[in-house]
């Protein structure tokens, strides 16, 4: 079963504050990904990681910061969130040694910024 | 560019009927092809997956999907639903080395399973 954790599942916050969205994986895997789900549409990737110390932009351009210090931690964050972030962050993880990238997903954080 | 489109937005479908949930890929190297489902206020949990051999996949809550590569398909299936299959389903495909091999997402199809 895969184990990937996610704090806060949700979270409501004003303008302009800072927040940092939590994701941790107890699979070891080096690959860790960061999407967004706006509802009834697909999930856009945001951000991914290789492993420690790699960080890389996904498709879809996002205010959003990520670093990866840990294998098993992920950290995304809003330096000062506004009302377009509101949406639903998915982390998921993938073992590099599957190279078809079957990925475990954590449960989300509902973000909504008022 | 790997890409999928699901075609149906909403399936409503009553309890105990079959369903097809569509999806068409697009893909010029080979593909790896997933389906997720997505429960409410949930994350995403995989349902099965097309690798390579057989075209017909059996997944997990009694789903099976079948990989057509000359019509560039992979459905999914169940032969009879139930009120907890009610959920949001994705089909993906591996995407490309420049994007760290992400996996990229249809728009969902939401399935409405009613007594």
């Known amino acids: 079963e895969a184990d990937i954790y996610q704090t806060p599942r949700y979270l409501v916050i004003g303008t302009g504050k800072k927040i940092t969205l939590e994701c941790s994986q107890t699979m070891g895997h080096d690959k860790m990904y960061w999407y967004q789900q706006d509802p009834g549409m697909e999930l856009h990737l945001i951000h991914y990681?290789?492993?420690?110390?790699?960080?890389e932009k996904g498709d879809l351009s996002s205010e959003s910061t990520v670093s990866r210090i840990r294998t098993e931690h992920f950290p995304l964050t809003l330096e000062s969130a506004r009302p377009s972030h509101t949406s639903q962050y998915l982390c998921?993880?993938?073992?590099?040694?599957?190279?078809?990238?079957?990925?475990?997903f954590g449960p989300g954080t509902r973000l909504t910024v008022l | 560019a790997q890409s999928v489109t699901q075609l149906d937005s909403q399936v409503p479908v009553f309890e105990e009927a079959p369903v097809e949930l569509r999806c068409n890929y697009s893909?010029?190297?080979?593909?790896?092809l997933f389906w997720y489902v997505q429960y409410p206020n949930q994350g995403l949990q995989l349902l099965l997956k097309?690798?390579?051999?057989?075209?017909l996949v059996k997944g997990i809550n009694g789903f099976e999907a079948e990989f057509n590569k000359s019509q560039t398909s992979f459905h999914l299936r169940k032969p009879s639903v139930h009120i907890s299959d009610t959920a949001e389903y994705f089909c993906?495909?591996?995407?490309?080395?420049?994007?760290?091999?992400?996996?990229?997402f249809g728009k969902g199809t939401s399935l409405l399973v009613t007594p």
């Open positions: 998921a993880s993938s073992d590099p040694a599957s190279h078809y990238n079957e990925q475990f």
């Open positions: 097309y690798l390579s051999g057989s075209t």
């Open positions: 893909s010029s190297v080979s593909v790896y």
């Open positions: 990681s290789y492993g420690v110390n790699s960080t």
């Open positions: 993906a495909v591996s995407g490309a080395i420049n994007s760290g091999y992400a996996l990229n």
